[in-house]
């Protein structure tokens, strides 16, 4: 099992930035990889982006890459995103994943490639 545990969420002004963390633990060495989705009220759950632990590969999807960006840091476990020029309709919980297995032809942005989820962080725009 690989536990996930999100923080950095909160409230903020447009145009401002929040950096969310992801903390894994448990058999993390099974994981290929760690991204982030998010969901808006009334919403689906939608993909953010995505990094290897291996290779530190990126994925995004158009919508807010130059916006977001995500990292890895191997040493601790713990993948980030960082989130600038926030809107408010980024407004959503923000949930960290672990997937155990290869992406394949672009797959990377598709829920049932992960394996593990996290509980959740709020992040909240303000106009």
């Known amino acids: 099992q690989v536990q996930l545990v999100e923080s950095g969420g909160g409230l903020v002004q447009a145009g401002g930035s929040l950096r969310l963390s992801c903390a894994a633990s448990?058999?993390?060495?099974?994981?290929?990889?760690q991204g982030w989705f998010r969901q808006a009220p009334g919403k689906e759950r939608e993909f953010v982006a995505a990094i290897s632990w291996i290779s530190g590969t990126t994925y995004y999807t158009d919508s807010w890459k130059g916006r977001f960006t995500i990292s890895r840091d191997n040493a601790k476990n713990t993948v980030y995103l960082q989130m600038n020029s926030l809107k408010p309709e980024d407004t959503a919980v923000y949930y960290c994943?672990?997937?155990?297995?290869?992406?394949?032809?672009?797959?990377?942005?598709?829920?049932?490639?992960?394996?593990?989820w996290g509980q959740g962080t709020q992040v909240t725009v303000s106009s």
């Open positions: 994943a672990a997937a155990t297995t290869r992406f394949y032809g672009g797959d990377y942005d598709r829920r049932y490639k992960y394996d593990y």
């Open positions: 448990g058999r993390t060495f099974s994981t290929y990889a």
